[in-house]
């Protein structure tokens, strides 16, 4: 294979060697910050150079500045890019098989980053050349590729050769693909050609590399080289697992094929703080991700490095078991026509797989909760709630309580309601203005409630949601509403605006609150007195302690209050008029008299309240400017009476 730019002229060493220095000197400059810009304008003049090609090659393979080769690399690409035109089939390949020997003669190299530079150097010169290279060209180089990855040259070369395919499929990778100057349509069309002939065979060459160290890092006590390569292989699985499988999705049925009657969630429909990524591959993935076994073995391996490593404080958050859990968790979000119609019995089967490893990181989740706050690590929490999540978006609600019972006496939804009780539990003891573990876990177990109970807030198939499910929406409303008012009372005498609750507009605190809406809409029954019992005990105080007691910490609870009841009670809206739930519309259809009616009861109690403003001394002794702000939202609310 060529392995240099065909350049018919003798190399001149001398200028080789003369712009070798030239362009170290240039690098020990910036670094020295000894007029950079005059440094930069060399190093760039090299990039913008016709036909550099030799003189990069000759820094490459003989400085001994690890700045100097990146800066080389970078300038083999801006050429090649720019010149792309004029070159010959032969050294364009040329090129390409260049910077793929570097890499793996150089495997060894401790200058990681002039590695990573090279490997990507080749991807994007090899995409470049994608639709006009010959299908026997390309499997030239990926078989170059594929004897590395395989192990066949060293552990140093197996994971130069993963760095590489790591590389590759981010150029292909609209989202993350470099800028080439060309159209649309040549990026497309690569992605599509690599999706359809080279992906899933990348993807059984990562999961055969890491299959093949596994047995040598499960036998191992310490830290060994094999983890680094199995590490990166299952990086490299994830990426695969990420990309936007299109060709595959004019088969795929939109909405979740035999888990349940309700579709798959858009992201417009519910607009989440955490990612989370439906994978749908297709039908021809089934054998490698589903029927192989591929699953139990991640599982297996993660739950047998788990158990000899437990004791060590550090192995949660080392870069094998990062990317071993996230990788879990992605398996967690496939979906689609990848399982067959079979009234989601093979999916439902592989999620359990699935749920029965991932309940060993979050439950019990009093005891999770309680080795968080002795120092354990975080990590594995908030990976088992991500992967809830996953499951929650590609399920029906019913089948997502479902999923547990087969392992547990109880189902998910109780679980979701224990991790989310110990989470809120922890928000309220420690509260702080720094982000904490359990600030995260609540906007992650947020997100997974919102996934639920969305789409049966919209359709009120309330039904859908079984009994327990109901129960611990309540319980679950009930002490986030706790929460707030704690949060409320402690935030009214503090002096540090910046610190203060609920000194954020209410927009920044919108996504939350209508999270909030979707639990108290889906117990409705319980949540809705219960606010009534909340409102009704803090104006009975506010009377009690006039001119007694500073009314401040009261005021800020109420103010809370309303915040939560609006959100409740209203839908967003558009035009002038907030939309009363579909959910608040169709509960309590057996109350005949309109007065009698909890909602009623709830809107009547702050109107009348807020009708106490109009007396003087009222509004001068209990009605702040923020508070009369949210009664004047209560008035051009919903029709509720």
């Given at each position: 294979m060529n392995q240099s730019y065909q350049n018919t002229a003798p190399p001149d060493l001398a200028h080789l060697q003369a712009t070798m220095r030239t362009i170290e000197l240039a690098c020990s400059s910036i670094q020295m910050h000894v007029n950079p810009s005059a440094a930069e304008a060399t190093i760039l003049s090299l990039s913008q150079s016709p036909q550099p090609y030799q003189a990069c090659q000759f820094i490459l393979e003989n400085s001994q500045m690890p700045n100097a080769r990146f800066q080389a690399a970078g300038a083999i690409r801006d050429a090649a890019i720019r010149e792309w035109g004029f070159l010959s089939t032969d050294d364009k390949k040329g090129l390409i098989s260049f910077c793929l020997c570097f890499v793996m003669q150089h495997a060894s190299s401790a200058e990681g980053y002039v590695q990573a530079k090279v490997a990507s150097v080749a991807a994007q010169l090899l995409k470049r050349g994608w639709l006009e290279f010959t299908a026997a060209d390309k499997g030239t180089f990926f078989s170059q590729v594929n004897q590395a990855v395989a192990g066949s040259h060293g552990l140093d070369m197996q994971f130069a050769g993963i760095i590489f395919l790591e590389s590759l499929v981010s150029e292909f990778s609209p989202s993350t693909s470099t800028a080439m100057g060309l159209p649309k349509e040549f990026h497309d069309q690569c992605q599509t050609s690599l999706e359809l002939d080279y992906l899933k065979s990348l993807y059984g060459w990562a999961q055969d590399a890491a299959s093949s160290v596994t047995n040598r890092i499960i036998a191992s006590d310490s830290a060994i080289p094999e983890a680094k390569v199995c590490s990166a292989?299952?990086?490299?699985?994830?990426?695969?697992?990420?990309?936007?499988?299109?060709?595959?999705?004019?088969?795929?049925?939109?909405?979740?094929?035999?888990?349940?009657?309700?579709?798959?969630?858009?992201?417009?429909?519910?607009?989440?703080?955490?990612?989370?990524?439906?994978?749908?591959?297709?039908?021809?993935?089934?054998?490698?991700?589903?029927?192989?076994?591929?699953?139990?073995?991640?599982?297996?391996?993660?739950?047998?490095?788990?158990?000899?490593?437990?004791?060590?404080?550090?192995?949660?958050?080392?870069?094998?078991?990062?990317?071993?859990?996230?990788?879990?968790?992605?398996?967690?979000?496939?979906?689609?026509?990848?399982?067959?119609?079979?009234?989601?019995?093979?999916?439902?089967?592989?999620?359990?797989?699935?749920?029965?490893?991932?309940?060993?990181?979050?439950?019990?989740?009093?005891?999770?909760?309680?080795?968080?706050?002795?120092?354990?690590?975080?990590?594995?929490?908030?990976?088992?709630?991500?992967?809830?999540?996953?499951?929650?978006?590609?399920?029906?609600?019913?089948?997502?309580?479902?999923?547990?019972?087969?392992?547990?006496?109880?189902?998910?939804?109780?679980?979701?309601?224990?991790?989310?009780?110990?989470?809120?539990?922890?928000?309220?003891?420690?509260?702080?203005?720094?982000?904490?573990?359990?600030?995260?876990?609540?906007?992650?177990?947020?997100?997974?409630?919102?996934?639920?109970?969305?789409?049966?807030?919209?359709?009120?198939?309330?039904?859908?949601?079984?009994?327990?499910?109901?129960?611990?929406?309540?319980?679950l409303f009930a002490l986030i509403v706790e929460s707030e008012l704690k949060a409320a009372s402690a935030s009214a005498f503090s002096d540090d605006n910046d610190a203060d609750y609920f000194q954020a507009s209410i927009t920044a605190m919108d996504e939350r609150l209508s999270s909030y809406a979707l639990v108290a809409r889906a117990a409705l029954d319980a949540t809705v007195p219960l606010l009534v019992r909340l409102f009704s005990e803090r104006f009975a105080r506010l009377h009690q302690g006039r001119g007694i007691c500073d009314p401040t910490q009261i005021l800020e609870e109420l103010y809370s209050l309303l915040l939560i009841t609006g959100h409740v009670l209203a839908d967003e809206w558009q035009g002038e008029t907030p939309l009363v739930p579909m959910a608040i519309q169709t509960q309590f259809m057996d109350v005949v008299e309109s007065e009698n009616h909890p909602v009623v009861v709830l809107s009547g109690s702050i109107i009348r309240f807020s009708e106490q403003s109009l007396d003087t001394e009222m509004r001068t002794s209990f009605f702040s400017p923020r508070l009369m702000e949210s009664f004047g939202s209560w008035q051009d609310g919903p029709v509720l009476i």
């Open positions: 292989a299952l990086r490299l699985m994830l990426q695969i697992l990420n990309w936007d499988f299109r060709c595959s999705k004019s088969t795929v049925e939109i909405g979740r094929r035999g888990m349940g009657v309700l579709g798959v969630k858009n992201d417009s429909y519910s607009a989440r703080k955490t990612e989370c990524n439906l994978v749908q591959p297709g039908p021809s993935w089934c054998d490698v991700l589903i029927t192989s076994g591929h699953v139990g073995w991640l599982l297996r391996l993660y739950g047998a490095l788990r158990q000899k490593f437990s004791c060590k404080g550090y192995w949660l958050d080392c870069p094998l078991a990062v990317s071993a859990r996230k990788l879990i968790v992605q398996f967690c979000s496939l979906t689609g026509n990848i399982f067959p119609a079979d009234n989601g019995h093979m999916q439902g089967q592989h999620l359990l797989q699935l749920l029965s490893g991932v309940v060993e990181w979050i439950d019990p989740p009093d005891a999770v909760a309680k080795s968080i706050q002795n120092g354990k690590s975080d990590s594995e929490l908030l990976d088992g709630c991500r992967a809830l999540l996953s499951m929650a978006a590609v399920t029906s609600p019913l089948m997502f309580d479902q999923l547990l019972k087969p392992i547990r006496p109880y189902g998910t939804l109780h679980l979701l309601y224990a991790l989310m009780s110990e989470v809120v539990k922890d928000i309220m003891e420690n509260h702080t203005e720094e982000e904490t573990w359990s600030w995260v876990a609540r906007d992650v177990l947020l997100d997974t409630w919102t996934t639920i109970l969305m789409l049966l807030d919209s359709t009120s198939r309330d039904a859908l949601l079984p009994s327990e499910g109901i129960s611990a929406a309540a319980n």
